[in-house]
């Protein structure tokens, strides 16, 4: 998964241990460009935006992320005793993972005190054409001060469905997929990886928690061993991606922040009945790529019944 930093957004610079206004009269440090958050007054869509120029750094230069780094400790480490010391983690085993899952649920419930932030998340892009911005694979952390529009579209069908059913529309989906077995890729404990049956792109993939459970911090930092299954899932399907490109973007989707809910909108009152975390991947197959129109109508030229199947069948 890599490593956990932190990213910038509007009104507040988020360096996964501080928080402070950008809009000072003094610059303020971000990491690791200074950008801007702008929201579209017509169509309401959010856009980070800025010179996202990056120097190429001297081959000479040490990693900044790699241990022994002239770059300072971070502030929080994953293994006991060692806080503020270097990191030690190499190579990625499950346990790793599984360290790091739950290094990012703590971050994410500690941010979600603050009544400013409306979602918190983690994202990574690996590979040069998903925007990886540094040679070493690194996950960023993000805290916004909105609900990306996304989550609010499974936020709204979660709830009609809700309404409707008295039941999680995505955990009948799930229980769906188990039955028919058509497009699962694979089942780990209480964890379920599976290809959708809409996908935006090819090899599309998501990961799910077999019991309904809104918020992945509250999984996350439950008691020890509660997320092994997740990490060695997570581990086994991005090795089955990069069967398929090593170019890829991956978002945990979970619920936004109801410690500090809102008075207004409806889909905070059910949220943790209808509600249902995941991890969504989206691989970058450059040959396959192909614009979608302005109604937001994606293509996919591989079903995902034969994605299933090829990631199925891939030797990792």
């Known amino acids: 998964m890599g490593i956990l930093k932190g990213f ?14 950008s809009f000072d009269s003094h610059p303020t440090f971000c990491f690791p460009y200074c950008m801007e958050l702008r929201k579209d007054p017509i169509t309401r869509s959010w856009v980070i935006t800025g010179d ?17 780094t002239a770059q300072p400790a971070q502030m929080i480490a994953t293994v006991p005793g060692l806080d503020g010391g270097a990191w030690s983690a190499r190579n990625v085993s499950d346990a790793e993972v599984e360290r790091f899952l739950r290094l990012a649920a703590q971050r994410i419930l500690d941010l979600k005190r603050d009544s400013r932030f409306k979602y918190v998340s983690i994202f990574k892009n690996q590979g040069e054409v998903a925007g990886q911005e540094f040679e ?4 960023q952390l993000t805290a916004t001060t909105f609900v990306p529009r996304r989550v609010l579209y499974e936020l709204r069908a979660g709830r009609d469905y809700f309404d409707a059913k008295e039941r999680c529309v995505f955990c009948d989906i799930l229980a769906q997929e ?11 404990g ?85 509600y249902h975390w995941h991890i969504e991947i989206l691989p970058i197959l450059e040959a396959k790529a192909k614009s979608y129109t302005f109604k937001e109508v994606y293509y996919s030229p591989v079903a995902s019944e034969t994605a299933v199947k090829r990631l199925r069948d891939a030797k990792i």
């Open 178 to 188: 188990e039955r028919q077995g058509l497009r699962m890729l694979e089942i780990r």
């Open 136 to 139: 070493h694979p690194t996950s």
């Open 52 to 68: 996202d120029v990056n120097e190429p750094a001297p081959r000479t230069q040490a990693c900044r992320f790699c241990g022994p």
């Open 190 to 274: 209480d964890y379920a990886a599976f290809c959708p049956y809409a996908p935006r792109v090819p090899y599309e993939t998501w990961i799910l928690p077999r019991s309904h459970e809104s918020a992945f911090e509250r999984t996350g930092s439950a008691r020890v061993g509660s997320v092994t299954d997740l990490a060695s899932l997570l581990q086994r399907t991005l090795q089955r991606i990069r069967t398929v490109t090593e170019s890829f973007h991956l978002v945990l989707h979970t619920a936004p922040n109801n410690l500090h809910p809102s008075s207004s909108l409806g889909y905070w009152k059910t949220l943790d009945d209808d």
């Open 8 to 21: 910038k957004f509007p009104n507040y610079q988020i360096t996964d241990h501080k928080i402070s206004n």
